[in-house]
């Protein structure tokens, strides 16, 4: 293990003290560690922004910017919105011993960055099975084919009422992935396992996806799609069976 790489004998243990119990990641890269903090609303908004706008190293983008160190364990906490991330010597050297193997293994660029996403939630494998009553039994988990971490929770939702659907439209205009957090909060009831706000800080990605299948409750059944009929067949509009009204 290289000079300035996460030493084994211990070091999460301080790192968590700072950052919070399970917000910490861990990630073995060869014979090397390092240490990263789970991303923040900060952090996902500003990631899905880049890669909104089309940016491709926003996944390397959304790594390094929670990238920890060791010997300063307290620096660069989750930030605010409104805070502007702290930088020093010892974490600018970890940053730049990764991208160190990025040049020497360029694949890595997406590699390593997708281990890290997928274990706070990014394009999780999620199932859902109605319960009845506007109820639904969801299960989702962690993509681990690329290395990341295994996790795996049940979740009961319900369909959205008609005034959460509209403030969920006026909010997926105005405010990015705001539609989708308040899809989350507004339709994912509760975990068996885990608090809910518990999942949203360790999952963060985890809760956009689960605020996309939230839109969706509700509509399994009413497929909607094009009728098709032969050239100057087709019938007038309404129940396709009947003979059309005259008019």
């Not at 979740?155 to 509209?166: D, F, I, P, R, T």
């Amino acid at each position: 293990m290289r000079e300035g790489y996460l030493r084994s004998q211990g070091p999460r243990g301080g790192l968590e003290s700072a950052h919070g119990a399970g917000m910490v990641l861990v990630l073995s890269v060869g014979d090397d560690e390092f240490a990263f903090r789970r991303p923040s609303e900060a952090d996902v908004e500003f990631a899905m922004d880049e890669r909104a706008r089309g940016i491709g190293e926003w996944m390397e983008h959304a790594l390094i910017s929670c990238a920890l160190s060791h010997d300063v364990p307290t620096v660069n906490r989750a930030p605010s919105k409104d805070s502007k991330p702290v930088v020093c010597p010892e974490l600018i050297a970890v940053r730049e011993q990764i991208q160190a193997i990025w040049k020497e293994a360029p694949f890595c660029r997406d590699w390593v960055p997708l281990a890290f996403l997928h274990s706070c939630g990014l394009v999780p494998v999620i199932d859902q099975k109605p319960l009845g009553g506007g109820r639904y039994s969801v299960t989702i988990a962690g993509e681990k084919a690329m290395g990341g971490e295994t996790w795996s929770y049940v979740a009961e939702g319900k369909v959205l009422s008609g005034n959460q659907y509209e403030r969920l439209r006026k909010l997926s205009l105005s405010e990015g992935i705001g539609g989708d957090k308040f899809a989350f909060e507004s339709g994912i009831l509760s975990f068996a396992g885990i608090a809910r706000d518990e999942f949203a800080k360790r999952y963060p990605f985890a809760v956009l996806a689960l605020g996309q299948l939230v839109r969706a409750f509700g509509s399994e059944s009413r497929a909607v799609s094009v009728k098709k009929f032969s050239s100057g067949s087709a019938p007038q509009p309404g129940n396709s069976t009947d003979t059309p009204a005259n008019t």
